[in-house]
C-alpha cells in the first residue's frame, strides 16, 4: 500500500512561544485592526492587547501566582477574549466552562481542576452561586458585567490596574496554557492540558 500524505506542504517548525506572544505581535503590528465585534462594542487588537495585559495586573496584584488554574464561565463576549489573555499573561493556566453547566457541573471542573478564581459572566451569576451548594470552593469570584465598573468586578479590576503584566519563564513545550474539559460523555468531564505550543501550532495551522 503506498503511504498516504498531505497535498499541503508542512508548516513546521512551529514557533515555541506562549500563545500571548502572537497577540502582542498582531497588536503591535496593526494596533487599530478590528479584532473582536461583540454587539453594538467593537475592540481592537491594540485595545485586546493593552485590556489584557491590566487584567493580568490585577489578577497578580490580587495574589495569582504562576501555575494557578483560573476559571472562566461566560458565553462569547469580548471580556472572554481580554479574560483568556489576561490569564495567561499573569502566568495562569485557563479552564474554560461550558456556558450550559449545571451548577453541579460547574463545582466539579472547578473543583477537579484546582481553580482559585473564577471569572463569570453576570448572566451565569446564579448559576456560579449554586454551585456552592456542590462543594465548590474558590478564593475569588470575578464578575462581567458590560461597561460595569464595581469594585472587584472585572472591568472595576482592569481600568484601575496599574503596573505591567509579571515577567516569569515559560517553557511553551511544557508548560500548559488551558485545561477545557471533555464532554464527559462516559461518565464525568476530564481535564484536557493544553501547552501554549499546542495553541500556537494549531493557530499555525489554520493561518497556513
Not at 149 to 156: A, H, I, K, Y
Amino acid at each position: 500500500m503506498a503511504p498516504s500524505a498531505s497535498p499541503r506542504p508542512s508548516m513546521a517548525p512551529y514557533p515555541e512561544e506562549p500563545v500571548q506572544e502572537l497577540l502582542k505581535r498582531v497588536a503591535e503590528r496593526l494596533p487599530d485592526k478590528t479584532a473582536v465585534i461583540d454587539g453594538d462594542r467593537t475592540f481592537t487588537y491594540g485595545q485586546i492587547e493593552d485590556l489584557s495585559n491590566r487584567f493580568a495586573s490585577a489578577l497578580a496584584s490580587s495574589g495569582l501566582a504562576v501555575g494557578d488554574r483560573v476559571g472562566i464561565f461566560a458565553p462569547n463576549c469580548v471580556e472572554f477574549v481580554i479574560g483568556f489573555f489576561g490569564i495567561l499573561k499573569a502566568g495562569g493556566i485557563a479552564s474554560t466552562v461550558n456556558s450550559a453547566y449545571t451548577e453541579r457541573e460547574l463545582a466539579f471542573q472547578m473543583n477537579d481542576c484546582g481553580a482559585t478564581v473564577l471569572l463569570v459572566h453576570e448572566a451565569l451569576l446564579e448559576v456560579a452561586g449554586k454551585a456552592e451548594g456542590h462543594g465548590l470552593n474558590i478564593r475569588q469570584l470575578i464578575v462581567i458585567k458590560a461597561e460595569s465598573q464595581e469594585t472587584g468586578s472585572f472591568w472595576g479590576l482592569t481600568e484601575t490596574a496599574k503596573g505591567p503584566p509579571p515577567e516569569f519563564a515559560i517553557d511553551p513545550k511544557v508548560d500548559v496554557a488551558t485545561l477545557p474539559y471533555s464532554s464527559g460523555t462516559t461518565g464525568l468531564a476530564k481535564g484536557v492540558e493544553l501547552t501554549h505550543f499546542n495553541l500556537t501550532s494549531n493557530v499555525v495551522q489554520m493561518n497556513g
